[in-house]
Nanobody
Framework: QVQLVESGGGLVQAGGSLRLSCAASGSIFSINAMGWYRQAPGKQRELVAVISTRGTTNYADSVKGRFSISRDSVTNTAYLQMNTLKPEDTAVYYC????????WGKGTLVTVSS
């Protein structure tokens, strides 16, 4: 089992920045990739960014050039640096770890005001 705990969400004005953190614990040796997803009210959960154990990254088109995902293998923590935030980035952001199955955190709310 893998446990994921997110932090760093909050309220920010458009154009501002936030940094989300996701601390992994438990059977971390089984994790192949970590990522961030988000779910806005009334919408489906969508991929924001993912990073493999090799450091390969992939981003949703809507966040390319503004968001950056990174991973600290020593502390088993994944980060999502979000810059130039827009109101449409408002959502609950969930950390995901892919191993023998998908693991999810409880989510952290990001609200971007216009």
């Amino acid at each position: 089992q893998v446990q994921l705990v997110e932090s760093g969400g909050g309220l920010v004005q458009a154009g501002g920045s936030l940094r989300l953190s996701c601390a992994a614990s438990g059977s971390i040796f089984s994790i192949n990739a970590m990522g961030w997803y988000r779910q806005a009210p009334g919408k489906q959960r969508e991929l924001v960014a993912v990073i493999s154990t090799r450091g390969t990254t992939n981003y949703a088109d809507s966040v390319k050039g503004r968001f950056s995902i990174s991973r600290d293998s020593v502390t088993n923590t994944a980060y999502l640096q979000m810059n130039t935030l827009k109101p449409e980035d408002t959502a609950v952001y969930y950390c995901n770890a892919k191993g023998t199955t998908d693991y999810w955190g409880k989510g952290t709310l990001v609200t971007v005001s216009s």
